[in-house]
């Protein structure tokens, strides 16, 4: 969902309460649409994410900064230079509208204290932060709007600041219920949710679809009194929802766990489809929804010249594989070219130059009639020749063909398993340990010059089961080869998803005896790192590290086993999320 702005009216309340006060102590800008606040204060050290992506514009404390840029963007210097050790003196919203007002006071270049105030803009692409000046003048913005964008409202350093134009619709904090219905009513044709929507400030179609009930898909025109009623109770109590701050961050999740939705009230349209949860609070509830999503945004932007190599790659490797598959199936034929090559010699007596067909009697087939057609150019001796040489071309070409298809298949299969890789990838090292790998295996080539300085490897992830028994989980195939071959001793457990790709996980025994329990928890493991991860049911392999065995000139990532047990696993991400350990 969107964030609505009555679910924002309790974000920034909870926010007043924890940032004003806050002191900035250090300022990132990890993308072009996002900026991070390192702040201080009585309630200790925290992150204040301010992003404006169109497909999640938010503004909340965070546990999940995103990765820095090496070097700063000049929005962010600009920010350093205006912000840096200034103090929040307040947080506010723009009625219900998606505009938050965030007060700092800070010193100028001649030891002056004067009145920053940053204007973060929430509506999706064209969502926007803006530093403004004590008597409301633009310093600049992350995203400039020139005459050429918009007629309507220039963002530009040194012009005027004004809010976006405000929508016509009713804040429901302070027009009485009787005006809302009103307006609502005079939408006659539309269907309640939408009436609802056009009418009310702030509010979602979640919300809107909330607040319509049974009504939802019903015109406005349709509804009787029971109907309106019905209605004018629901928005009454919406009403005095943000009046007492009773609302509470709900958060809607599918039966893996997934987030799907949230609001600040129970949602019960989805009836039982989904689990409501409730959270902490609104910032831990915005941080853990997007979360996800933005990871694997963050992640297709930084490695976007890989992922285009990698599909490519494996177009290119599926393709072959089917032109190779074609081929073979000609091949298939091939017995009767030896056929007929036996046939014409077993009957060269009575066979003639000049012939553009023999009919013979096929003892291959109770002597069935067969007509072989034949080069009236050529004796029949050269035309039985003629057949048993593409027959051996054949032969040979089915031969090579199985051998191309076979390692055609292993391509494809390590390739599936580095796009996988490369989509769970959460930071830049991640990334480049990646690229490192297509480098070695000769995907890509190799750029620099001069041989640069090894870089370390980023340790295993490593999660820790309910009766305590460590589990770690490559990164990568070139990580997944170390972890399995050379970091887990032989009676440790191995992992791996049956037919998906997906990470190596090692259960540590630690010369006990490795339980049941653990097994299954670590399966769990194992397919929430794989293709797999959204899935219901996933099968996973396991089995002792001993019965691993790499195969020569086999990717990396590649070992065969042929003793093993299954276990059939839905992975949970809230349940794996406790199990993980922090390094």
């Not at 099968?539 to 086993?561: E, F, H, M, R, S």
Request: aromatic share 8%; hydrophobic share 35%.
């Amino acid at each position: 969902m969107a964030l609505d702005g009555i679910f924002l009216n309790f974000t920034v309340q909870e926010l007043a309460a924890e940032i004003i006060g806050d002191k900035v102590e250090k300022i990132h800008q990890p993308s072009r649409e996002e900026l991070v606040f390192h702040l201080r204060g009585r309630g200790g050290a925290k992150k204040l994410l301010l992003s404006i992506r169109a497909n999640s514009p938010r503004i909340h404390i965070t546990e999940h900064p995103p990765e820095n840029p090496s070097v700063p963007p000049m929005f962010c210097m600009l920010m350093r230079k205006r912000l840096a050790n200034a103090t929040v003196t307040d947080i506010r919203q723009l009625e219900l509208d998606r505009i938050i007002y965030i007060d700092f006071s800070a010193v100028n270049e001649i030891g002056d204290r004067v009145k920053l105030t940053l204007s973060i803009e929430i509506m999706a692409k064209y969502s926007n932060i803006i530093l403004i000046y004590g008597d409301q003048k633009i310093v600049d913005s992350m995203k400039r709007v020139d005459l050429s964008q918009s007629a309507v409202r220039q963002i530009l350093p040194g012009f005027p600041y004004s809010p976006p134009p405000p929508q016509n619709k009713l804040n429901i904090l302070t027009h009485s219920v009787e005006n809302i219905m009103a307006v609502m009513e005079s939408y006659p044709t539309k269907n309640v949710s939408s009436a609802i929507l056009n009418t009310l400030q702030g509010a979602s179609p979640l919300t809107c679809r909330e607040l319509a009930g049974i009504y939802d898909s019903i015109p406005v025109e349709e509804l009787n009194d029971d109907g309106l009623d019905y209605i004018q109770k629901r928005i009454e109590n919406l009403k005095q929802t943000p009046e007492a701050s009773c609302a509470k961050p709900y958060i809607l999740k599918d039966e893996t766990g997934k987030p799907v939705d949230f609001s600040f009230m129970k949602i019960e349209q989805y009836g039982n489809k989904y689990t409501v949860e409730e959270m902490p609070t609104f910032s831990r509830l915005l941080d853990e929804f997007y979360f996800e999503c933005d990871r694997i945004e963050r992640t297709r932007q930084k490695s976007h010249d890989l992922i285009k190599l990698l599909n490519s790659l494996i177009s290119r490797t599926a393709k072959k594989i089917n032109l190779q598959k074609a081929e073979l199936e000609k091949c298939a034929d091939r017995e009767k070219l030896r056929i007929s090559a036996e046939l014409i010699n077993a009957n060269l007596y009575r066979l003639e130059k000049g012939a553009p067909f023999y009919d013979l009697e096929n003892y291959y087939d109770n002597n069935n009639p067969i007509r072989i057609k034949a080069d009236p150019s050529k004796s029949p001796a050269a035309n039985a020749q003629k057949y048993f040489k593409e027959y051996r071309k054949a032969k040979t070409a089915e031969t090579m063909l199985r051998g191309l298809i076979d390692d055609g298949k292993q391509s494809l299969a390590y390739l599936e398993s580095v796009a996988d890789c490369l989509e769970r990838a959460s930071t830049q090292a991640d990334i480049e340990e990646i690229r490192n790998e297509l480098v070695s295996c000769g995907y890509i080539k190799n750029k620099q010059k001069k041989p640069s300085k090894q870089q370390k490897m980023s340790p295993p992830m490593e999660y820790r089961t309910s009766d305590g028994f460590k589990v770690l989980v490559g990164r990568n195939n070139t990580q997944n080869d170390k972890l399995s071959l050379k970091t887990a001793s032989k009676n440790d457990m191995w992992l791996h998803t049956q037919k998906f790709p997906g990470s190596h996980v090692i259960i540590v025994s630690d010369n006990r005896e490795i339980s049941d329990e653990a097994i299954v928890e670590a399966a769990e493991i194992a397919a929430y790192h794989s293709k797999a991860r959204d899935a219901k049911l996933v099968p996973v392999d396991y089995t002792l590290v001993k019965n691993l065995k790499k195969p020569q000139g086999a990717p990396p990532g590649k070992v065969i086993y042929h003793i093993y047990y299954s276990v059939n696993v839905t992975p949970n991400r809230d349940k794996i999320a406790k199990m993980e350990v922090k390094i």
